[in-house]
């Protein structure tokens, strides 16, 4: 099994940290996946303690989480014929 690339796109990001709060893999261990910069934004700090649950990319508001390159609308946004037009841009 090859690491996740995860990727945390600052320019759309809102700071809301909600992918710190929704991570299985970033409360409670000495490697997390995000951790909190110095300027209060979110920041990924080991990508290798990913196991690609794709929570934060799918709870992410501002859709500013890529897991392996994939970006996942949220849930309040999935629409059949929208999610299959956002699935094809990513």
Known sequence: MSEA????????CV???ECLEV???SSGIDHP??????E?????A???SCI???DCAVRCRAMAIRIN?????????VDPVLSSRIQTIY
């Open 23 to 25: 991570c299985p893999r």
């Open 5 to 12: 690339r995860v990727e945390l796109d600052l320019a759309r």
């Open 52 to 54: 690609s649950c794709h």
């Open 40 to 44: 209060g934004l979110p920041k990924v």
């Open 69 to 77: 390159g994939k970006c996942f609308p949220p849930p309040r946004m």
């Open 33 to 38: 996946v995000f951790d909190r910069s110095e």
């Open 46 to 48: 080991y990508p290798g």
């Open 15 to 17: 700071a809301c940290l």
